[in-house]
């Protein structure tokens, strides 16, 4: 099994403690975010992992080198003279997932969801992707039918709304930040864009295909993006 996490973001929210180094190396209970990620993706059968980076890359670059890559195969995907968002950073590392689905994951995102239920629910050539959920307070939603197909976006604070499949009623739920993507999708990427979300790429795989969610609100599960999140992650979780 094959996954992408994703690295290479700025960390803005978790100011001070990314002024000297990147999201992926700021550490929870002594371990950082980039090698829990890691361990969990491995620990479900994962091999092979490309890692985006970007800010202080050097360092994630040197962090990995001397954990001996933590026994995975891990590519790295060089982003310092561009940072091209989830879905444009996915896009320049296709070639490198492209014979099977495989999981991506961000880098801040803390949790005991079962990976292999994750994968084991995604359904080849039925599903470009399935997308672990929840419901949680955001300000923006994924709007999924009862069936549990993408149909569309909204913004709750702006009102903004992405229609891709109209539906008489909706159900909103909080994208988690791990899913399965099926490599299928790859073809609903623009050709003539370098930065571009993958929710973008959803939205637009879902007017054709089916983009099917993946409930797992009885998991534990956290957005470390800020620095009293981490404070709640030493608490809440184990990684030893």
């Known amino acids: 099994m094959k996954a992408m996490v994703f690295a290479a973001g700025l960390g803005t929210r978790l100011r001070p403690y990314t002024n000297d180094r990147p999201k992926a190396l700021v550490e929870v209970q002594g371990k950082t975010l980039l090698e829990i990620v890691l361990r969990r993706?491995?620990?479900?059968g994962v091999e092979e992992v490309v890692v985006n980076v970007h800010h202080f890359?050097?360092?994630v670059i040197a962090h990995l080198k001397e954990?001996?890559?933590?026994?995975l195969q891990i590519h790295i995907s060089d982003e310092r003279d561009l940072l091209l968002d989830t879905g444009g950073g996915l896009k320049k590392t296709a070639h490198l997932l492209s014979d099977a689905p495989f999981l991506i994951h961000n880098v801040d995102i803390l949790s005991n969801l079962?990976?292999?239920q994750l994968y084991a629910a995604h359904q080849p050539g039925e599903n470009l992707s399935t997308l672990a959920v929840?419901?949680?307070?955001?300000?923006?939603?994924?709007e999924f039918s009862a069936e549990g197909e993408l149909c569309g976006w909204k913004n709750?604070?702006?009102?903004?709304?992405?229609?891709?499949?109209?539906?008489a009623r909706v159900l909103d739920w909080a994208y988690s930040g791990i899913a399965v993507i099926d490599p299928a999708l790859f073809a609903f990427f623009p050709e003539n864009k370098a930065v571009f979300s993958i929710i973008e790429v959803w939205l637009a795989a879902a007017k054709k295909g089916i983009i099917r969610n993946f409930p797992h609100d009885a998991t534990k599960w956290l957005d470390v993006g800020k620095p009293a999140a981490l404070e709640r992650a030493a608490r809440e979780f184990n990684f030893d």
Do not use: H, P, V
């Open 114 to 116: 079962d990976l292999r």
């Open 134 to 142: 929840r419901q949680r307070e955001t300000s923006r939603y994924l």
């Open 41 to 44: 993706l491995q620990s479900f």
């Open 57 to 59: 890359a050097d360092k």
């Open 156 to 167: 709750k604070k702006t009102g903004e709304r992405k229609i891709s499949k109209e539906q």
């Open 67 to 71: 954990q001996e890559n933590l026994g």
